[in-house]
């Protein structure tokens, strides 16, 4: 089992008093996942930028770590974060 990390970006937007996730989009370098986080955020008042760590061979994954955090969005300890991945 080889341990691959995936980057990812997440829109969120304020549906009934709290942040809702949006679709993840998944990027093959930070470099391009921070690009596509920085696109999204032209639209949506919150984008979590984040990576994952695991072996995608049994869809095992890791807890998310945030990579960049733009506006509004969810902490990542809450009950109210969905960005997990993959």
């Known amino acids: 089992m080889a341990e691959k990390t995936i980057y990812c970006a997440q829109a969120f937007w ?7 996730g949006g679709e993840v989009h998944q990027f093959a370098t930070v470099d391009r996942a921070v690009a596509g986080g920085e696109a999204l ?3 949506a008042p919150g984008v979590a930028v984040f990576s994952v ?3 995608p061979d049994v869809d095992l ?14 902490s990542m300890d809450g009950e109210d974060w969905h960005g997990m991945a993959a």
């Open 41 to 43: 955020f032209t639209g």
């Open 14 to 20: 304020w549906r009934g008093g709290k942040l809702r």
């Open 53 to 55: 760590t695991g072996h």
């Open 61 to 74: 994954w890791g807890e998310p770590v945030m990579i960049q955090a733009l506006g509004d969005v969810p």
